[in-house]
Nanobody
Framework: QVELAESGGGLVQAGGSLRLSCAAS????????MGWFRQAPGKERVVVAR???????NYADSVEGRFTISRDNAKNTVYLQMNSLKPEDTAVYYCAAGAPGRGWNYWGQGTQVTVSS
């Protein structure tokens, strides 16, 4: 069983930066694919960034070049550095984890990010 806890959300002005953290429990963190998703009001939850166990990363087109996903396996933590934030980045951000090839099995409770114009 893996438990995930996000932190670092908040209110920021457009053009600003935030760093989200996701602390994971469990002994197999380094083997998991980690991801960040977001869900805006009235919209579906969508993937923002994905980081495989081998450090290969993928990003949604809307955040490419502005967001960076990274992990610290010694701390069982994955990060999402968000720069040049836009009002359309406003959403609840969720951390997710999954064994490779098995989808997203574990979810955090989410952290609110609000970007003011």
């Amino acid at each position: 069983q893996v438990e995930l806890a996000e932190s670092g959300g908040g209110l920021v002005q457009a053009g600003g930066s935030l760093r989200l953290s996701c602390a994971a429990s469990g002994p197999t963190f380094s083997a998991f694919t980690m991801g960040w998703f977001r869900q805006a009001p009235g919209k579906e939850r969508v993937v923002v960034a994905r980081l495989a166990w081998d450090a290969s990363a993928n990003y949604a087109d809307s955040v490419e070049g502005r967001f960076t996903i990274s992990r610290d396996n010694a701390k069982n933590t994955v990060y999402l550095q968000m720069n040049s934030l836009k009002p359309e980045d406003t959403a609840v951000y969720y951390c997710a984890a999954g064994a490779p090839g098995r989808g997203w099995n574990y979810w955090g409770q989410g952290t609110q990010v609000t970007v003011s114009s």
